[in-house]
């Protein structure tokens, strides 16, 4: 593993771990793979981000050490049943593409993309911003909603409801 993604490690110093995005080992971005989640990946993937929540001071002194760094990220994947920190990563991504659609009051999904069509809509009417405001967050949400990828597999979408709670615990 070439790459380690410098987002993936402010992410560990803070605790958010399941907030990280795809990257491919050689520093490649060539967007999100989207598969097909299995419960037993999911569940995978809460043990490993337990782990990793855990071991947070330990990934952020690693850092400065690529290799160091990387030998304690697969070691922990390799832990949780994955066959590398890439792996983990591919269903980690995967999860959080989910999980931001799913209201954790209700456990309601709503499609990333629409949930971005309706606040544009609603800055649109936003009487109390000025119109820099305006445009400046709607040519964001633009740009979010460019890069947002659809879900290529609606199923997962109820797999990770199933296990939404769960999930909520580790990202706290």
Known sequence: MGFISKSFVALCGTVMLAVVLSVHALGQQSGLRQIELTEDMIKRFITAQQELKGRAK???SANADE??????LNTVAKKAGFASFEEFDVVAANVTLIIAGIDPETGAYTD??????????EIKVDKTLSEDERKKLL???EEALKSTPDVKHPDNIQLVQKLAKDIEVILE
């Open 58 to 60: 330990e990934i952020e």
């Open 112 to 121: 990333p993309k629409e949930a971005i069509r309706v606040e544009v809509k």
């Open 139 to 141: 040519a964001e949400l």
């Open 67 to 72: 290799a160091k760094l990387t030998a304690l």
